[in-house]
C-alpha cells in the first residue's frame, strides 16, 4: 500500500490537527521521500514509519510536537538536519537498519537539543572502534545509545523518557488501557463469582440429597418396624386363639 492512501486510511475521518500518533510501517513510497504528511499534522507526537523504503527525510513537513520517531529499517544514509529543523523536539529516534556508516552522518544530530535516546543498532556506524564512546562524546545530550547509557545500564520500558507516555495530566496518553484492564478485572471477578455460585449450588444440592437419602432410609426403617409389630401381633392373636379353642374343649369335656 502506498504511503499516501495508508495516512488518508489512519485520519479515520479525523483532521490532521487531531492526530497525536501516526503508524505507517510496511507501506511503500514512490520515490524514497515521505508522502501525505503536511504540515497540517501539527499535533503529531508520535509518527512510525518503519519499512516504508525511504531514502531521504527531505520532504519531512514540520512537525513540532513530535517528540517520538520511528525509522527503522529504511536505506536513510545521512543529510539528518532535516530532523532538528522541523522536529527540534525529538527525544527519541530509532535509525536501527538503515545506512548509517560514518561518525559524520549523526553529526547534524547535535543540533536535537532534547534527543535522550538513539538507536543505530545494525547499523554499519556500530562496528567502528570506539563506537559508543565517539557517539556519547559527539551527542553529549544523548542519555541511551542502542538501549543502554555509558554505564551499561538498560533503558527504562519508556525507552528512556517516561514524560513521553503521559498526557497533561499525568496520566498517560487516552487512558484506554486503564479502561480496558479494569474491564478484564470485572470479567475476572464475574467469572470467580460464578464459579463460587456454582460451587455452593451443588454443595446444596449434595447436602439435599444426602438429607433425602436419610429421610429415606428413615422411612423404610419404619415400615419395617411397622410390619414387625403387625407380625408379632398376628402372632400373638394366633396363640390366643389356640389357647381359647383348647379352653373349649376341656369344657365338652
Sequence with gaps: MEMKKRISLELRNRTPAEVTEMVVDNCRTSDGEVEGLTDDFKELEFLSMVNVGLTSLAKL??????????????NISGHLETLSE????????????????ELSNVEALQNLKNLKSLDLFNCEITTLEEYRES????????????????????????????????????TGPTGDYDDEDDEEEEE????????????????????QDEEDDDDYAEEEEGKEEKAGVKVEKRKRDAEDEGEDDDDDDDDDD
Design 61 to 74: 513537513p514540520s512537525l513540532p510536537k513530535l517528540r517520538k520517531l520511528e525509522l527503522s529499517d529504511n
Design 135 to 170: 557517539i556519547f562524546e559527539l551527542l553529549p545530550q544523548v542519555t541511551y545509545l542502542d538501549g543502554f547509557d555509558q554505564e551499561d545500564n538498560e533503558a527504562p520500558d519508556s525507552e528512556a523518557d517516561a514524560d513521553d507516555d503521559e498526557g497533561e495530566d499525568g
Design 86 to 101: 522541523k522536529s527540534p523536539n525529538l527525544t527519541y529516534l530509532n535509525l536501527s537498519g538503515n545506512k548509517i556508516k
Design 188 to 207: 475476572e471477578e464475574e467469572v470467580s463469582e460464578g464459579r463460587e455460585v456454582g460451587l455452593s449450588y451443588l454443595m446444596k444440592e449434595k447436602i
